[in-house]
């Protein structure tokens, strides 16, 4: 790819936090390209990287309560402040709680938005750290967020319909637990959770389905390519077939368990108990059985090749956040992730205690030192 070839960059040109975490008060100038933090643990390393991912909808990359990100000290609560630059020119955005009894609020160019997907307008944010190298083998639930991020990156309408999904199901076992037993109530009910359950399940299969046509597209590398499935009820039946068939297969699933699910007190099937099964495709091994090496290089493999989809159906980069990102590869694979990073043409925030590590970036990123709720240039 050729640098007229490249996407467009977004990036965070000034990054303003108060009361967020370790920092008071930060007021951080940025730059295109490759950002490498570092410092001893506990500095506020990832903490910056969080404020960053709180540009994206959701609960940053920690997945925080609100009231456990604001600074002890701060019962207004926290606000950051970004200044982006982008192919549409500069933009604003505010975040934070700030003493609001709403939760998270968001503000772009000085207007309150909708919300927090309309971050997505602006912005992507892609991130891995290191609570994620247990992803192949932890709990399913842990891969379907990690899907549904992907997902709601190219497609922002996706966070809603997981919402409504989940709220018509809560409504359902409410029901259950109640000892309610009106067909009428469980029919509506029902008739919204085949709806939008089976469009969350058609989103995830197509996200596989792009991620696999990039995977066939790129050489072999440095980190391995992942063949990638859904198992799952609906996801069972999606097939190519038309939603409305697949909604009525399962609507009528779910009338005919009522008896079992009652007596389990919830709903057993649907796409909130989905999985996403992953092999390492050169061994043609399930990922949870490769090694921890490995288990990490396959994990940013498909965050990179997840970054490039985003870049070309979106029109611009995603910022990535790399959090202790270069801690368990050699040299080799550290220069062929730094390598990938500029052909992405993205802004990126990488971490690490070791300046070494990053060793082979001086003169290509800019250095920054963190300790204590402060940062300076290295």
């Not at 000034?14 to 390209?33: I, W």
């Not at 982008?86 to 609020?105: A, L, Q, V, W």
């Not at 299969?205 to 980190?223: I, Q």
């Amino acid at each position: 790819m050729g640098p007229a070839d490249k996407p467009a960059q977004v990036y965070v040109s000034k990054l303003t936090l108060t009361n967020f975490r370790n920092y008071s008060s930060l007021s951080l100038p940025l730059q295109p390209g490759a950002i490498v933090l570092t410092g001893q643990n506990g500095a506020g390393k990832t903490n910056l990287l969080e404020a960053v991912s709180f540009l994206s909808p959701g609960r940053g990359l920690r997945r925080a309560k609100l009231d456990e990100v604001a600074k002890l000290s701060a019962p207004d609560g926290f606000v950051i402040h970004a200044e982006l630059e982008g192919p549409f020119g500069d933009c604003r955005i505010g975040t934070g709680t700030n003493g609001s009894p709403e939760g998270r609020r968001v503000r772009i160019n000085g207007e309150p938005a909708k919300n927090t997907e309309a971050l997505l307008d602006w912005l992507r944010v892609i991130w891995v750290t290191p609570s994620m190298d247990s992803l192949f083998t932890g709990p399913s639930s842990e891969r379907r967020r990690f899907l549904d991020r992907m997902v709601l990156a190219i497609d922002p309408a996706h966070g809603r319909r997981t919402l409504d999904y989940e709220k018509s199901m809560r409504a359902r076992n409410r029901l259950f637990a109640d000892d309610i037993r009106n067909d009428a109530w469980f029919d509506a009910i029902e008739v919204q959770m085949a709806e939008t359950g089976v469009a969350i399940a058609a989103a995830r299969a197509e996200m596989l389905r792009l991620l696999t046509s990039m995977f066939e597209r790129l050489p072999e590398g440095a980190f391995p390519k992942a063949e990638l499935a859904l198992s799952g009820f609906v996801e069972g039946i999606l097939d190519g077939r038309p939603a409305v068939e697949v909604e009525e297969e399962f609507r009528l699933r779910l009338n005919t368990e009522r008896g079992r699910d009652r007596a389990a007190g919830r709903t057993l099937e649907g796409p909130h108990l989905a999985d996403m099964l992953v092999w390492h495709k050169p061994k043609a091994m399930p990922a949870a059985s490769c090694s921890t090496g490995e288990q990490k290089a396959l994990l940013l493999g498909l965050v990179l090749a997840h970054a490039r989809l985003t870049s070309e159906l979106s029109g611009s980069a995603p910022i990535l956040l790399l959090d202790e990102i270069s801690a368990h590869f050699d040299a080799d694979r550290r220069a062929a992730l730094f390598e990938i990073l500029e052909e992405l043409n993205c802004q990126s925030f990488m971490t690490g205690t070791e300046p070494l590590l990053f060793s082979s970036l001086v003169g290509r990123a800019k250095f920054l030192k963190v300790s204590g709720g402060s940062i300076t240039e290295a």
